[in-house]
């Protein structure tokens, strides 16, 4: 029943387009601002005390002043706010100390990571 399930699947979707479309979704873009890395920052919570994306710092340890970090969007009236991460483009730093922009398969070619910068702000 199982390799049934599993075969069928694989007819209509395969493994890599799979990947792709979760990458896809989990990114966040200009087309894709409700991203699944949003979405982790909007719900994260160190505490039950604290809101959801955003965590307050102790007292105790803040001199008194009330100190909150907000990873997430501030739940506005009409919704959530603009979002709050954003992924730059992929650069590699040459030996020479300059940084060009790098595409998957060059990084493949090169044998290099495929990284990309993570920033917290407006996309």
Not at 116 to 120: D, I, M, N, S, W
């Given at each position: 029943m199982v390799k049934e399930v599993l075969d069928a699947i694989f007819r209509e979707?395969?493994?890599v387009s799979h990947q792709l479309t979760s990458y896809n979704d989990f990114i966040p873009t200009d087309d894709n601002p409700n991203s699944g890395m949003q979405e982790v920052l909007?719900?994260?919570r160190v505490s039950e005390d604290d809101p959801p994306g955003e965590i307050k710092l102790d007292r105790s340890k803040t001199g008194g002043?009330?100190?909150?970090i907000r990873f997430g969007r501030k739940k506005g009236p009409n919704g959530n706010d603009e979002p709050t991460v954003?992924?730059?483009l992929p650069l590699i730093r040459e030996p020479t100390g300059s940084e060009n922009y790098?595409?998957?398969m060059e990084?493949?070619?090169?044998?290099?990571?495929y990284m990309?910068?993570?920033?917290?702000g407006c996309l």
């Open positions: 979707f395969d493994a909007d719900t994260l002043a009330d100190i909150r954003r992924i730059g790098i595409t998957p990084a493949r070619l090169r044998d290099l990571n990309a910068p993570l920033y917290r």
